[in-house]
């Protein structure tokens, strides 16, 4: 069977794209929130293989979608690393901050405590449908730095601004994240993923004097040490805020595909990528949100925009909360030209 996503990775255009959403698992589908209910804690809800092969596949039963995402979350590396983390209800995720060089010599990545994710990997690969790719995923050094420095996130990040310029204490961390990212997705298409994301949310706060060190460079090595041991695994990036530079992006990091969010011309940034490379994006998460003509007539343009490129029809970011799920019918109809 043809993997629609894993042929637009390879460079080659497919008419109607592949479609996939971020965050397409979640708290706007009902079947979630019931799973959920049952899970008081969110790292052991990602952590419990039965919990979170279910939630990987409610959204592609549910709208037929062409990829299904990992359930986890960007924050297991830190917590794999012996961080302490945790969510507060209501307030999104928690770390003690690491700050100095005592905190850095604490951190050892733990693999074993990330095992259920592979089982998960290999129970949602066991039950998915033949045409349906499963992208497995981590986060940027930089984003998952933000969080381990800040303690939290809805910072502007100037605590980790601030330690990205003392060298000895950013080229540790940075070090740290890059191998522990690097071990965690060898393991994640060693258990069968098919392709891989590395989300770099916060690239928008990297000062440009700093990107090349902080978002480049650590980028580039986990997606070498990848293809090192898997040369085939295609590996999207996701620089979130990076539409002025992706270009130096793509290639400087060696990634497959590329994310772009809403902020960003799409049709106008894929003109300035390699053509092999894949563009993915980038509705406006608002216009899913409100549904109708404008979010139809918009994916409809992106589309047609997009033809002649290998594209995959994705969000800016990911499906915000109050979502109406029908709306995500919707967009796959659209998208497949119903
Ligand atoms: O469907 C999917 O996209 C797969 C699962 C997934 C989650 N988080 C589940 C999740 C993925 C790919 C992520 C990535 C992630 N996690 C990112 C990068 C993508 C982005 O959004 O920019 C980041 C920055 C995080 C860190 C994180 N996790 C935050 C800031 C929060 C709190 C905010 C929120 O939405 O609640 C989380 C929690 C989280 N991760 C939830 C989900 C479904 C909600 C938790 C809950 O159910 O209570």
């Known amino acids: 069977m043809v993997k629609k996503l894993l042929q637009v990775l390879a460079g080659e255009p497919v008419s109607p794209p592949p479609i996939w959403l971020m965050r397409q698992a979640g708290r706007y589908l009902p079947e979630y929130r019931a799973l959920r209910a049952n899970a008081k804690d969110f790292v052991q809800f990602c952590l419990t ?5 279910e939630v990987t596949l409610q959204p592609v039963h549910r709208f037929d979608l062409d990829a299904a995402i990992l359930f986890a979350d960007i924050l297991l590396v830190p917590h794999a690393l012996g961080q302490k983390l945790w969510f507060a209800e209501g307030e999104g995720p928690r770390l003690e901050p690491v700050r100095d060089a005592g905190a850095l010599t ?34 940027a050094p930089w984003t998952v730095a933000t969080y381990m420095i800040e303690g939290q996130g809805g910072t502007d990040h100037a605590a980790s ?24 997705l060898i393991a994640q298409v060693d ?12 690239a928008a706060t990297v000062p440009d004097d700093l990107r090349r060190e ?24 996701f620089p979130r805020g990076g539409g002025a530079w992706l270009a130096d992006y793509a290639r400087a990091t060696g990634v497959d595909g590329v994310g772009i969010d809403q902020m960003t011309d799409m049709p106008a940034a894929a003109r ?13 998460p608002d216009l ?44 796959v109809a659209t998208v497949r030209g119903a």
């Open 49 to 53: 293989p039965e919990l979170a092969i």
């Open 106 to 139: 604490k951190l050892s990545y733990d693999p074993a405590l990330l095992a259920p994710v592979m089982q998960t990997i290999k129970g949602v690969r066991a039950a998915l449908p033949p045409h349906v790719t499963l992208i497995g995923f981590a986060g």
């Open 161 to 184: 601004r601030g330690l990205a310029r003392d060298r000895a204490f950013f080229s540790r961390l940075m070090d740290i994240l890059v191998e522990s990212t690097g071990a965690y």
């Open 191 to 202: 258990a069968g993923a098919e392709a891989l994301q590395i989300f770099e949310s916060w």
């Open 214 to 237: 902080a978002v480049f460079e650590p980028t580039a090595r986990i997606v070498k040490a990848v293809k090192a041991k898997h040369p085939k695994i295609p590996i999207i990036g």
């Open 272 to 284: 300035t990528l390699p053509a092999h490379v894949a563009v993915q994006g980038n509705l406006d």
């Open 288 to 331: 899913l949100l409100a549904g109708g003509e404008a979010m139809k007539e918009k994916a409809r343009r992106l589309v047609e925009a997009m033809a002649a490129r290998p594209f995959i029809f994705n969000l800016g970011h990911g499906v915000v909360q109050p979502t109406p799920p029908e709306h995500v019918a919707q967009l």
